[in-house]
T-cell receptor, first 113, second 113 residues
Framework: GEDVEQSLFLSVREGDSSVINCTYTDSSSTYLYWYKQEPGAGLQLLTYIFSNMDMKQDQRLTVLLNKKDKHLSLRIADTQTGDSAIYFCAESMGGGATNKLIFGTGTLLAVQP | ETGVTQSPTHLIKTRGQQVTLRCSSQSGHNTVSWYQQALGQGPQFIFQYYREEENGRGNFPPRFSGLQFPNYSSELNVNALELDDSALYLC????????????FGQGTRLTVV
């Protein structure tokens, strides 16, 4: 089945690290993504990881993938108030056919100054 | 700035009416996907267009239809609007049906009254 789950809310203090977690169900997913959505805006692609990788680092962002447990996480180092937004993880279904994305319900990250 | 533009940004329609939403894809991208994002939810895949043909569809009724033009821009048409169609409609462009990166526009906020 197609199901992506995320916790609803995370609150951190400015300067701390944030870790947003996600679980997915389809082991055949080829890519897994993190998107950011600010109020009233579209989705901004933050990063993605290929399913045969365990980790990917991109500046302040670190993605960890545990394929056995179907668990994906996004760590944001030195979290800033501008990081406050909703974060969606998504898995890619189709891999070369129809590349549709299955999204989680989103995690609201609130950064306290 | 993704280069994906959608119009209009907001509109209000009455139940039973028809609506057309438009999307211009990023330069060089030949694939457009449409998503519906209800309030407080993650985006749900509606359908994808590749080289002017529908290439995959989500769990949406036939009153949701689309077009893609030779310049790869796209339209989403919804007939017989229902109150539950109120949502943010997002289009995403990518290169090829299995394109790794999908870039989203800012969305069209549709309110059905």
């Amino acid at each position: 089945g197609e199901d992506v789950e995320q916790s609803l809310f995370l609150s951190v203090r400015e300067g701390d690290s944030s870790v947003i977690n996600c679980t997915y169900t389809d082991s055949s997913s080829t890519y897994l993504y993190w998107y950011k959505q600010e109020p009233g805006a579209g989705l901004q692609l933050l990063t993605y990881i290929f399913s045969n990788m365990d980790m990917k680092q991109d500046q302040r962002l670190t993605v960890l993938l545990n394929k056995k447990d179907k668990h994906l996480s996004l760590r944001i180092a030195d979290t800033q108030t501008g990081d406050s937004a909703i974060y969606f993880c998504a898995e890619s279904m189709g891999g070369g056919a129809t590349n549709k994305l299955i999204f989680g319900t989103g995690t609201l990250l609130a950064v306290q100054p | 700035e993704t280069g994906v533009t959608q119009s209009p940004t907001h509109l209000i329609k009455t139940r039973g009416q028809q609506v057309t939403l438009r999307c211009s894809s990023q330069s060089g991208h030949n694939t457009v996907s449409w998503y519906q994002q209800a309030l407080g939810q993650g985006p749900q895949f509606i359908f994808q267009y590749y080289r002017e043909e529908e290439n995959g569809r989500g769990n949406f009724p036939p009153r949701f239809s689309g077009l893609q033009f030779p310049n790869y821009s796209s339209e989403l048409n919804v007939n017989a609007l229902e109150l539950d169609d109120s949502a943010l409609y997002l289009c995403a462009s990518s290169l090829g049906t299995g394109g790794i990166e999908a870039f989203f526009g800012q969305g069209t906020r549709l309110t059905v009254v």
